[in-house]
């Protein structure tokens, strides 16, 4: 069955299923109106139905309540917002909130697990986005991926949403763990009436001409002249990375005016952008200076690096094609920058429906079903033998005569087939870059029954129960077998001058082809046709959730201050939730046998039940009286019960203060909670990479200088001798090494404690005029994460932490990114993370008569700390304000707002829009200066955008993000955090992005 079949089916079985909501739904009514035989009430206008029909959502709080203000700051993101910046994919636009990180987006590419996520107040470490909570309409999204267990934003169509509200602080005593940073909630559309077509469409245009630090592109064009192969600078000026995006909402009330149901379908494109593409990306960038970057690159390069038993470093001489000469550091590294995706493309259908009936006065039906095929293709530079094989035999045919003698090899090695050490790095630039194809088919589907409770007057019920299915397909392609490569380099004369494989004469397999990478332009493409294999990995996810909630007002029984108007409001709750993950992968990713992988992807399998009552409560205790406008207090509390043997509480208090209805000052304290997910528990041991600028024992590394000192230079398994640090051999060349992760079935739910303060000011004298200013102060306890392998580097050599030496293993030659050299960085609860800062927004509209109107709004974000307590020991910990790199991980500014002025304009239904995005300066954590690369410079982006009512029925819209088409700040230390020598997640690294739209209503 072909895909476009699959998708076809799909669409109508979620319409077919919307009907059969909508008909099962008008048929219960009609049972129940058939008992109803005395005093036949006439029904309602069907606009006042309507109205009753409408969902209140507050978001931090289950109290069905609308006039319910919570404590917590709530951040709110519109619809209008999504069509003025353009956005296709969602979480570009949460993203621009001060409070939040991205951290899988489109713009990842090297680790890419396909999916969408965000990070409230970055407390995940440039990890996983799971102490973020992410909920549609009040209610849990499902993991994303067998390999991320944070909700992918892309199942979200940006059409139907109503609005985002972004509750920055814990919420697990009202929603459950996983809220330890916070909660963000997308409300849907869900009473839509009528037909609209919705389509945009936009793409990135930049000019290549960056001056920024000096001399990067003086550097590429000089290397150009030398290396065209390899180096090559683009065009002055491109257009690429095109987007776009049409979705049909269709929405119908029933004739009686007592419910609707509300469908949409969605289609979404956009292309892929090269690294290439951009002139600040067309080398990786090797090194810093005062005065500008290198183009460095990898040892893993062609036509080779070849590595003897003598530590004697060659290359082949393109004079000859089959000779040695010494491997250059410089100018023979691989730039492996250009084939990297800077954006990926992807490709999404999406289709779903909200449907809800009154079946009597006391029961209302709802229902939410969300579908999403998507399709995304990661890449980065060619695969090759990166160190994968260590000897060669003596006698192998493909060796010239001064090769085999290079390599240290005797007259009687090679009568005796004797095999010497020898490490291969070579690039396979032949069969092209390495693609991680990832395909998600997401379902989710919501059932429930909601209304009030019996004939009481302020009780309303909310039963429900959800399924969500996640099930991803994966093809990494053009990748070497480490097996097939050992096979294909140990080759012999089969007795006529023909070489071949030993594995074929001796029968082990008759498959294998030589790699014949020993003379310049021999490598063929049935060679590459038997090293190159896929590696599959296939996996799911499910989520079910049973849960039961009831809220009330108390006041009616007596439960009220003699000095407040209302009483008591409370919501009480039960909840089971069920989160499994199965992911298969073959047995080229299970064994690490992809040569380019870093290290095996082992399968997994695992399921956490949990069972949860909650409960809240909030509390007027003073309304209009002098001086006291209001004064109230709120609360919450839940206990989560989990089947790995765990339990939690998590708990929160709050207050609220006006002494006028133009002031009121809020605080809260919460307790929350989060409980290791399945990844956390039982993801298996494998090697991956981390970051690190030098190795702290290599001394012959002018930056680094031998950083770690006496400490490095022993036997111990982390020591090194003193000719291997005088080698100039640990560091490597890609700032790339190998650390061993995996998960920990014996981690225990961490626990985090935040305090909010802050005012809310609407000052009547100053009509228009909206104020807010929160404090902030989350410490994360027994954080669940990791202690970083590069702060385990320094916690050995610069602290002596013998814990932390006894994680890390070199291999024979002393370093950690070839062969088994590795360091240990498994899952732990470590020390903990905390973080402080202010939180202030503000708003302003007025009218300028015969000028129109004006409305200016701010939010933004000052941090004031962000410490980092690895290993629970103070002289480990360290900060992050103000800080990026190998620690750090991603920029975390100071101070980062998002400030807009809107012009609604005498032009009749054309207004126009100013947006200032800013982000703050950011230092290299390691504490080096007098690099260009030491402080990555405040970045300044306005966008422009316009909507016009072309008609009653037509709506256009048009604008331009980064319209100064400002180059990103580049780095030498991004390391695989980042991608092509900035952190596209977090800078504008494509450069103005052009769009137009129109919304169409029938």
């Keep these: 069955m072909n895909g476009n079949t699959i998708k076809s089916r799909l669409l109508a079985s979620s319409v077919f299923a919307g009907v059969a909501f909508m008909a099962s739904a008008s048929m219960l009514a009609t049972a129940q109106e058939a008992e109803d035989t005395v005093d036949t009430v006439e029904a309602p206008a069907a606009e006042d139905a309507t109205?009753?029909?409408?969902?209140?959502?507050?978001?931090?709080?289950?109290?069905?309540?609308?006039?319910?203000?919570?404590?917590?700051?709530?951040?709110?993101?519109?619809?209008?917002?999504?069509?003025?910046?353009?956005?296709?994919?969602?979480?570009?636009?949460?993203?621009?909130?001060?409070?939040?990180?991205?951290?899988?987006?489109?713009?990842?590419?090297?680790?890419?697990?396909?999916?969408?996520?965000?990070?409230?107040?970055?407390?995940?470490?440039?990890?996983?986005?799971?102490?973020?909570?992410?909920?549609?309409?009040?209610?849990?999204?499902?993991?994303?991926?067998?390999?991320?267990?944070?909700?992918?934003?892309?199942?979200?169509?940006?059409?139907?949403?109503?609005?985002?509200?972004?509750?920055?602080?814990?919420?697990?005593?009202?929603?459950?763990?996983?809220?330890?940073?916070?909660?963000?909630?997308?409300?849907?559309?869900?009473?839509?009436?009528?037909?609209?077509?919705?389509?945009?469409?936009?793409?990135?245009?930049?000019?290549?001409?960056?001056?920024?630090?000096?001399?990067?592109?003086?550097?590429?064009?000089?290397?150009?002249?030398?290396?065209?192969?390899?180096?090559?600078?683009?065009?002055?000026?491109?257009?690429?990375?095109?987007?776009?995006?049409?979705?049909?909402?269709?929405?119908?009330?029933?004739?009686?005016?007592?419910?609707?149901?509300?469908?949409?379908?969605?289609?979404?494109?956009?292309?892929?952008?090269?690294?290439?593409?951009?002139?600040?990306?067309?080398?990786?960038?090797?090194?810093?200076?005062?005065?500008?970057?290198?183009?460095?690159?990898?040892?893993?390069?062609?036509?080779?690096?070849?590595?003897?038993?003598?530590?004697?470093?060659?290359?082949?001489?393109?004079?000859?094609?089959?000779?040695?000469?010494?491997?250059?550091?410089?100018?023979?590294?691989?730039?492996?920058?250009?084939?990297?995706?800077?954006?990926?493309?992807?490709?999404?259908?999406?289709?779903?429906?909200?449907?809800?009936?009154?079946?009597?006065?006391?029961?209302?039906?709802?229902?939410?079903?969300?579908?999403?095929?998507?399709?995304?293709?990661?890449?980065?530079?060619?695969?090759?033998?990166?160190?994968?094989?260590?000897?060669?035999?003596?006698?192998?045919?493909?060796?010239?005569?001064?090769?085999?003698?290079?390599?240290?090899?005797?007259?009687?090695?090679?009568?005796?087939?004797?095999?010497?050490?020898?490490?291969?790095?070579?690039?396979?630039?032949?069969?092209?870059?390495?693609?991680?194809?990832?395909?998600?088919?997401?379902?989710?589907?919501?059932?429930?029954?909601?209304?009030?409770?019996?004939?009481?007057?302020?009780?309303?019920?909310?039963?429900?129960?959800?399924?969500?299915?996640?099930?991803?397909?994966?093809?990494?392609?053009?990748?070497?077998?480490?097996?097939?490569?050992?096979?294909?380099?140990?080759?012999?004369?089969?007795?006529?001058?023909?070489?071949?494989?030993?594995?074929?004469?001796?029968?082990?397999?008759?498959?294998?082809?030589?790699?014949?990478?020993?003379?310049?332009?021999?490598?063929?493409?049935?060679?590459?046709?038997?090293?190159?294999?896929?590696?599959?990995?296939?996996?799911?996810?499910?989520?079910?959730?049973?849960?039961?909630?009831?809220?009330?007002?108390l006041g009616q029984y007596g439960f009220k201050s003699p000095a407040a108007d209302e009483g008591m409001k409370v919501a009480a709750g039960v909840e089971y939730r069920r989160d499994s993950l199965e992911s298969v992968t073959d047995n080229s990713f299970a064994t690490g046998d992809g040569a380019g992988q870093g290290g095996p992807t082992i399968g997994l399998s695992g399921a956490i039940d949990s069972y949860e009552a909650f409960g809240e409560f909030q509390m007027p205790l003073v309304t209009g009286q002098p001086g006291v406008e209001l004064l109230s207090i709120e609360g919450a509390y839940r206990y989560s019960d989990y089947s790995t043997g765990s339990s939690s509480e998590a708990y929160k208090l709050g207050g609220d203060y006006a002494p006028t209805q133009d002031i009121r000052f809020r605080a809260s304290y919460q307790q929350a909670v989060r409980a290791p997910n399945v990844i956390d528990l039982f993801q298996a041991q494998g090697f991956n990479l981390f970051d690190l600028d030098d190795d702290l024992c290599d001394f012959t590394d002018p930056e680094n200088d031998g950083t770690g000192g006496a400490a490095c230079i022993g036997s111990n398994p982390w020591q090194v001798t003193q000719a291997q640090a005088d080698g100039g051999l640990l560091d490597s060349p890609a700032g790339q090494y190998n650390f061993l992760q995996g998960g920990n079935p014996n981690l225990e739910p961490e626990e985090a404690k935040t305090f909010t303060i802050g005012f809310v000011a609407t000052p009547t004298f100053i009509p228009g005029l909206s104020l807010s200013l929160d404090y902030y102060d989350i410490d994360i306890e027994k954080a669940i994460s990791t202690v970083g392998a590069s702060v385990t580097m320094q916690l050995c050599y610069l602290e002596g932490d013998a814990d932390a030496c006894s994680r890390i293993n070199r291999n024979a030659n002393g370093q950690l990114w070839v062969g088994t050299g590795n360091v240990v960085d498994t899952n732990i609860n470590i020390g903990g993370v905390s973080t402080s800062g202010y939180d202030v927004s503000a708003a302003y509209g007025f009218d300028a008569g015969t000028a129109g109107s004006f409305n200016l709004s701010m939010n933004g974000t000052y941090l004031d700390s962000f410490d980092v307590d690895p290993i629970g020991q103070s002289f480990a910990e360290y900060d992050c304000v103000g800080e990026y790199g190998n620690d750090c991980f991603t920029p975390t500014p100071e101070w980062r707002h998002r400030a807009r002025l809107s012009w609604s304009t005498p032009v009749d239904a054309l207004e126009l829009n100013a947006t200032w995005r800013y982000i703050g300066e950011v230092d290299l954590d390691t504490g080096a200066t007098g690099r260009v690369d030491s402080t990555l410079d405040a970045q300044n982006y306005f966008d422009l955008a316009g909507t016009w009512g072309a008609t009653d029925y037509a709506t256009f819209r048009f604008g331009v993000n980064n319209v100064l088409d400002d180059d990103p700040p580049l780095s030498a230390s991004v390391g695989t955090t980042g991608n092509n020598n900035t952190y596209p997640q977090s800078y504008d690294a494509l450069g103005r992005y052009i769009f137009v739209g129109a919304t169409l209503d029938f």
């Design 51 to 553: 109205a009753r029909q409408a969902t209140v959502y507050v978001t931090g709080s289950r109290i069905a309540s609308p006039n319910l203000v919570t404590t917590s700051p709530v951040s709110t993101v519109t619809a209008a917002d999504i069509k003025l910046q353009g956005a296709t994919k969602v979480e570009d636009l949460i993203t621009q909130l001060p409070q939040a990180f991205a951290a899988q987006n489109s713009t990842v590419s090297n680790g890419a697990s396909g999916t969408a996520t965000v990070s409230l107040r970055n407390l995940d470490l440039g990890g996983s986005a799971t102490r973020t909570l992410v909920l549609i309409d009040g209610k849990r999204m499902p993991y994303g991926s067998p390999n991320d267990a944070a909700a992918d934003l892309n199942l979200i169509p940006g059409a139907l949403v109503e609005r985002v509200d972004v509750l920055t602080g814990g919420a697990s005593a009202v929603y459950g763990s996983d809220a330890v940073a916070g909660v963000v909630n997308f409300i849907m559309k869900d009473n839509f009436e009528g037909v609209q077509l919705d389509a945009q469409y936009g793409f990135f245009q930049h000019n290549n001409d960056y001056d920024t630090n000096g001399n990067l592109r003086s550097v590429i064009a000089d290397r150009a002249a030398t290396n065209p192969s390899q180096f090559q600078l683009p065009d002055d000026n491109v257009i690429d990375g095109y987007s776009k995006e049409i979705t049909a909402i269709m929405g119908v009330n029933t004739d009686d005016g007592r419910g609707n149901l509300t469908g949409y379908i969605s289609f979404r494109d956009n292309d892929e952008v090269l690294g290439g593409d951009r002139d600040y990306s067309a080398c990786a960038i090797g090194s810093a200076t005062a005065t500008g970057f290198t183009c460095g690159g990898s040892a893993t390069s062609v036509p080779g690096y070849f590595l003897t038993q003598n530590n004697d470093e060659f290359t082949l001489d393109s004079a000859t094609g089959n000779t040695f000469r010494p491997f250059d550091s410089d100018s023979d590294l691989y730039n492996f920058g250009p084939l990297n995706f800077y954006q990926r493309p992807d490709q999404r259908y999406s289709v779903g429906f909200m449907g809800h009936y009154e079946l009597n006065p006391n029961v209302e039906a709802y229902t939410q079903f969300m579908f999403m095929d998507y399709e995304s293709r990661a890449q980065i530079a060619p695969t090759g033998n990166f160190f994968s094989t260590n000897s060669i035999n003596c006698d192998n045919p493909l060796l010239s005569g001064s090769q085999v003698t290079d390599l240290g090899c005797t007259p009687a090695n090679v009568a005796n087939g004797d095999s010497v050490t020898m490490y291969v790095a070579r690039r396979n630039v032949e069969g092209g870059g390495r693609t991680d194809n990832l395909g998600y088919q997401t379902y989710r589907g919501v059932v429930g029954l909601r209304g009030d409770l019996f004939d009481a007057a302020g009780w309303t019920y909310d039963v429900s129960a959800q399924y969500s299915q996640v099930t991803l397909s994966r093809a990494y392609t053009n990748e070497f077998s480490v097996t097939r490569l050992n096979r294909a380099l140990n080759v012999v004369d089969d007795g006529t001058g023909t070489p071949v494989c030993a594995s074929v004469l001796d029968g082990t397999d008759p498959n294998c082809v030589p790699w014949d990478i020993f003379t310049i332009g021999n490598v063929s493409q049935a060679s590459l046709d038997y090293l190159q294999v896929p590696l599959l990995q296939n996996g799911t996810t499910t989520q079910n959730i049973v849960s039961a909630v009831v809220s009330g007002d």
